[in-house]
């Protein structure tokens, strides 16, 4: 594609530097100077869940990784390489474990849709499905069971965060570190909190299980 196919793009990245610096004159200069996040967001990299905006941070305040429906796969050194990074670099003090309603990876897990390449990257989603047919199964609404998924999948991938020997390592040394997983509305913008805070004095299965019966509870359905 051409450069002047794009240009309007340049022209608000203008517009928004100048703003920025009319509001607050150094914001760039002390933008570029330090990092000092301390939270990690781990979302989906569905274009209508931007962390910043979500959460009312600034640039510089959250440091970011996603991908296609916010899976953690202990064989991803991507995102492996970032949570290393964000916890012996930069000493973040809460890993964000961020699903949304309305998720499509989701949906396609949930249905079995054959979308090609990705497939093989929501399989891990249909894990989780597989794992839970029986509450699942129990939803009688089709919709109501892909929100269920949705939650059901962040719960999962929170238990795969904490069982990484990056945090293991991280909580063993004393280092402060808590693992929080949401979900995100995208039809009224607020962030729902699935009660599956872990920390290093916590049973990461007692609350995997303790999330997911409550995400039951929520739906009328048997864990």
Known sequence: MAMKDLRHLFDANARWAEETVAV?????????????????????????????QITGLKPGEVFVHRNVANVVVHTDLNC?????????????????????????GVRAALKGSSLGLIDNWLRHIQDVRDRHAGLLDAIPDDEKRYDALCELNVVEQVRNVARTTLVGDAWRRGQSLTLHGWVYGLDNGRLHDLAVTMDADCDIEDVSRAATAAAAARYGAAG
């Open 24 to 52: 607050s004159p150094d914001f760039f200069q002390d933008l570029a100077a330090i990092q000092n996040p301390e939270y990690l967001w781990i979302g989906c990299s569905d274009s209508r869940v931007p962390a910043n």
């Open 80 to 104: 492996l390489s970032v949570v290393q990074y964000a916890i012996e670099v930069l000493r973040v003090k809460h890993i964000m474990v961020v699903g949304h309603y309305g998720c499509g």
